[in-house]
Every structure is written in C-alpha cells, then in structure tokens.
C-alpha cells in the first residue's frame, strides 16, 4: 500500500515536467520564478556574446521578448534561435530592428580587424622565419644548379645540362615551399597547391601537346644523335646538309642553298636516311641496248669499263646484270661504288655514264630507246656517224668540290651565328 502510494506522488509531479518537454507541449502551470530565470538566463548570454548592449528582454508566461536594436540583420535573427533552446520558453517575439548608427555598425568591422592585425603581427615572426628558410633553400639551388660540373659531364649536350639544371632549380623551390609551410605548420596547404597545379598542368598538357611533344622529341634526338652537322640526309622528303639541331627544328642546308626547317618532333617520327654514315656510297643507273646484240659480252664490257674508272672502289666491286627485255632493248642495271669523301656521287654517276657509253660505241654495241623517233636526213648513217664529234676517252675529274663548298658555307654559319646547337661531334652516334 506505501508502495503505491509513493509511485502515485511520482507520477504526480513528475506528469507537469513531461508535459512541457514532450514535442513541444506548453506546461499548464507557470511561475514568475520561471520567467524571471529565463529572462536572467538570456541576458548573461547575450552579454557574454556582446554587441547587444542595447538589447531588452522581458519573459512572460514563457513567452520572450527582444526590442532595441542591433548592428546587423543576421544578429538580430540570431536572437530568436538562442532564446528557443533555452528551458522553458514557449515563444519567441523579435521586435529588434538594425541600427541606423554607423559608429555601430563599423564598431564589429573595426574590432575584426583589429583582431586580424593582431593575428597578424604574431604570426609575422614565423612567417619571417619559414620565408628566410625557403629562401636559403632556393639561393642553395640556384648555386647548385648555375655551376657547370657535374651537369656538363653527365649530360650528352648543353640542352640535357640544362634539363638538369632546371629538375635541381624545381626540386629545391619544391623542397623550400615543404620547409616554409611546415614551419608554419600549414602543410596541408602543400596538398591543395599540388593538386591545383596538377589540374592545370594536365589541362596546358593537353593544350600545348604539340609543343611538349616537340620538346620531348629534342630532348630525345639530342641523346640518340643520329646525324652530325655536315652530314648529308633525307628526312621526310627534304635533303640537304645538317646544320644544327636546336630545342625545336632540325635545320638543313639543301643543295639548292635553301635553309629547310624540319620540327623535331616530325624529324624523331620520319625515315632518315643518312649518306653520310659510310663512306662507301653506290650510284647506278641504266640503258637499253640492242637486244640482238651478244648481251653476255655486252655486259662484261660494261662492268669491266665502270671498275677501270680510277674513281671507283675495288670493294665494293662494281655490278652489272641485265634486269629486263623488252620490245626496245634489253635493259642493263651498272651500279659502282665510290668514296663519297674524295668523289662527288653526281659526278662520278655523270662519268660512268659517258664512259660506258663511249666503250659501247667502239664495241658497235648499238643503245635503243624505248621512243621511236623518224629522222628525215639525206646523209648516211655512216656520213652521219664521221661527221659527229667524238667525245675523249680521258676520265673527267669527279671530286666534291660542290660539297666541300657546302661544307665551308654550313662551317661559316655556324660559326659565325651564337644559337644554340645540340650536337656534338665526340657524341656516340645512333
């Protein structure tokens, strides 16, 4: 029976309690204690939180109510958020309206940055302190980087040196940016600042792509040098005499004297073809003889005047072979080698070609033509043949004067010029 009684008076004062508390059901009961306590309650807060000086608040029934006024909007609608989760307040009346006193409105401007200044001048020590770092780190660099061993010696080139210098100048202004924002412990800026910039390379990578690539290709056929300067190539088409190879073209002379400027990325993607990689260099070309002349001997007679040519090597020997045989003539292929060093190629194709001629005509070897051509001529053939000059038997000199003056104009130019020139003659060849 005691037991019952005593839950009975806990239900009974406790039923008031949860009837104010439960989803927001407004107690039946209400004290001026309970206003007084709410009203006490809210105004040690806003004067912890400050300006709200000219803020008044008055509790009844539960029910706040704010006048005055406030420098900002935004404060002012703050007040009603506060004062609903304090105990005991059914609702909420903000009569409160912004200033229209500058002074206080500027008041809560002038004390923010009176704090930012004094945030400021404490953390100007560290930050002096991290920016004499990083540049101590980035002078090391520099030093580092501006001196000419080891660079020059690793590297196969000026432009892979220079390559070089540049990975040392990053990694060090990488290594004093890790260092300054570490001391003032910000390092997980550096996360932000790397993917930012990982962003834009990625995005100038795909906008410039032609330019990268055309930089790697440099950096590449600076390594493998697969022509010198003087040499004698065909890239993509275009021949001529390597100048120089430059951080974006490939330039040559061609025999015409024109400069021709090849991009280096078109260069490192193209057949080249190098005549100058050997010494020994063939020349060939062909003709069409009588096929009922004795072909056998024909071509012994051939072969044997192009190897007495004093001009053409003895090994590589000199070939002839007949290729076709067609309604004209038979077609015979003479090839010879020579020292392209000591022999211009185009004219020792020039003599060849005379002196097999004039050896097949003492031989009465008859060349045809694969074009017919009537001659209206009274004179007879025999006439005709007493009456033509006959060419000398002696050999036309074939050295490379026109080579050898190529040679000293591309000397002279790059002598003469200060650009940069990425080969080198000690460089091991490709």
């Not at 074009?371 to 043949?385: G, I």
């Not at 036309?396 to 050898?404: E, G, L, Y």
């Not at 790059?414 to 650009?419: D, H, N, V």
């Amino acid at each position: 029976m005691r037991i019952f009684k005593l839950l009975c008076l806990i239900l009974l004062f406790a039923g008031p309690v949860a009837a104010q508390n439960d989803g927001g059901t407004i107690a039946a009961i209400n004290t001026d204690q309970n206003d007084a306590d709410i009203a006490i309650r809210i105004r040690d807060i806003l004067s912890e939180l400050g300006n709200y000086d000219d803020i008044t608040v008055t509790v009844s029934e539960g029910i706040v109510t704010f006048r005055g006024t406030a420098t900002s909007s935004l404060e002012a609608s703050e007040l009603g958020d506060l004062a609903n989760r304090v105990e005991g307040v059914v609702a909420v009346k903000n009569e409160v309206t912004e200033t229209a006193d500058i002074a206080r409105r500027l008041d809560p401007a002038i004390a923010r940055f009176r704090a930012r200044i004094e945030q400021f001048m404490t953390f100007l020590p560290l930050a002096l302190i991290a920016a004499v770092a990083g540049a101590l780190i980035v002078w090391i660099g520099l030093r580092i980087a501006r001196a000419r061993q080891p660079w020059e010696r690793l590297a196969p080139n000026l432009f892979i040196a220079e390559l070089y210098r540049q990975i040392v100048r990053i990694v060090f202004v990488i290594g004093a940016l890790v260092i300054a924002l570490d001391i003032l412990n910000a390092t997980a800026l550096l996360s932000t600042i790397l993917g930012a910039a990982g962003i834009i390379g990625l995005a100038l990578g795909f906008a410039v792509r032609d330019t990268v690539e055309n930089f790697i290709a440099s950096v590449m056929l600076s390594i493998r040098q697969p022509f010198r300067p003087n040499d004698t190539v065909e890239i993509n088409g275009d021949q001529g005499k390597v100048i120089r190879l430059t951080s974006r073209a490939t330039i040559l002379l061609s025999f015409d004297g024109n400069h021709i400027r090849i991009p280096n990325a078109t260069v490192f993607k193209s057949r080249i073809i190098n005549y100058s990689q050997h010494a020994e260099r063939r020349f060939m070309f062909s003709l069409l003889i009588d096929r009922d002349a004795d072909l056998g001997a024909a071509r012994a007679l051939v072969e044997a005047t192009v190897q007495k040519l004093p001009f053409v090597l003895e090994h590589p020997a000199a070939a002839t072979w007949i290729d076709t045989f067609e309604t004209s003539g038979a077609s015979l292929v003479i090839t010879g080698w020579v020292d392209q060093n000591e022999t211009s190629i185009v004219l020792a194709k020039g003599e060849a070609i005379r002196q097999v001629k004039q050896a097949l005509s003492d031989a009465s070897v008859a060349m045809t033509d694969s074009s017919q051509v009537v001659v209206l001529d009274r004179k007879s053939q025999a006439e005709a043949m007493a009456a033509a000059p006959q060419e000398a038997p002696e050999v036309a000199p074939v050295t490379p004067a026109t080579d050898s003056d190529l040679d000293r104009i591309i000397d002279a130019e790059r002598e003469a010029e200060s650009s940069e020139d990425l080969l080198r003659d000690d460089a091991l060849k490709e």
